[in-house]
């Protein structure tokens, strides 16, 4: 049998966690024959500890066979110590009254200390994802705070966004969504975010010849995909979060276990692909094998792409501005 993983998730007690690691312990994410060894992180709070502590009973109570190890930790270096995959949910929330400008300096502080973590202590190979907010921000802060590993390491969440594109579509064709290929979205993840069906197929014909219908495209969906969020938390009272587990479900197992030649959706630091400025954490179609995922290079952009591309482009610089004093 296969030697255990390390898999160390941030937020480990939050919501999005509650729906994520029983999943990651069911092989769903690396494969029913893939040990793992849980590394949750959570702040050093009373009631944090006290409730990742209820986590860890539960996990441990469903008794999964490929759960090799279970650990709590306050400080990320025990937590990110060797790490082979590094999931990091857990964020500072947009307070009331908090601007735009707190937020990203709190999360810049937190996400500078773990990617340093990382740089020290975690697998040179380590696979990292942010989920949490501003995540392409987030994931460009650890990206920078890490200098000795891989820059291609660093991912963002784009998934939920993908995956929320993919079931629009669905329910307008009237198809099945898992016959829905080569669909991406680009950017950021927050409403700037532009979900892009003009190469995607399904059964082999075009969405785009199917649906035929560019106000619809403009109007109603695009708005649809980048208010959904807000739409749940409008229904539920709370942020998504067991469609956001599932989407860090899907991304790091395409990435780990490869796409089998389909697109998917991940943050990724640009090369310069498409005119993003290297470095920027951008939401990419990609293939995924052996472990690297690949920008799809090559696509005609069109005027109205590359005015959704500049939009969220631009918000990204901004955010990334935003942070630069602190790096
Ligand atoms: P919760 O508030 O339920 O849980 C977050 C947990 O993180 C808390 O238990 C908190 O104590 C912990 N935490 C905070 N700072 C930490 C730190 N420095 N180290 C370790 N743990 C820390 O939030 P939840 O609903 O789980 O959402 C988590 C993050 O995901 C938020 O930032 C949220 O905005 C973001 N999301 C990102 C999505 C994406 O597509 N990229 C979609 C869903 C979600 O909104």
Request: hydrophobic share 45%.
């Amino acid at each position: 049998s296969k030697k255990p993983v390390r898999v160390a998730v941030t937020g480990a007690a939050g919501q999005i966690g509650y729906a994520l690691l029983f999943r990651i312990a069911s092989g769903e994410m690396l494969g029913k024959d893939q040990p793992v060894i849980l590394q949750l992180l959570e702040i050093p709070d009373e009631r944090a500890q006290n409730a990742l502590k209820g986590v860890i009973m539960e996990l441990e109570d469903c008794a999964f066979p490929l759960l090799a190890g279970i650990e709590a930790h306050s400080n990320p270096e025990e937590a990110f110590k060797d790490t082979d995959y590094a999931l990091l949910v857990g964020a500072r929330p947009r307070g009331p009254g908090m601007e735009r400008a707190d937020l990203l300096a709190a999360n810049a502080a937190i996400f500078t200390v773990q990617g340093k973590a990382l740089n020290k202590v975690a697998s040179r190979n380590v696979k990292v994802l942010v989920v949490g907010n501003p995540a392409n921000t987030n994931a460009y802060i650890a990206m920078k705070s890490a200098p000795d590993l891989p820059a291609k390491n660093f991912t963002a969440m784009l998934r939920l966004d993908h995956n929320r594109a993919a079931s629009q579509i669905a329910a307008k064709t009237g198809k099945a969504v898992g016959d829905i290929k080569s669909l991406t979205v680009w950017g950021n993840h927050s409403p700037t975010m532009y979900a892009d069906y003009r190469f995607a197929t399904i059964n082999g014909e075009s969405v785009k010849d199917m649906i035929n219908d560019q106000v619809w495209n403009a109007e109603v969906f695009l708005p649809t995909v980048g208010k959904r969020g807000a739409a749940i938390i409008a229904a539920r009272g709370l942020s998504s979060a067991a469609s956001a587990a599932n989407a860090a479900i899907d991304h790091m197992r395409d990435w780990a276990l490869g796409s089998n030649g389909e697109w998917v959706t991940m943050g990724v630091p640009s090369n310069g692909e498409y005119g993003i400025p290297a470095g920027i954490v951008f939401g990419f179609p990609v293939t995924t094998e052996n472990g690297e995922y690949k920008i799809v290079e090559g696509l005609e952009i069109d005027a109205f792409s590359q005015e959704c591309i500049n939009k969220t482009l631009a918000e990204l610089q901004g955010e990334a501005d935003g942070v630069k004093h602190l790096l």
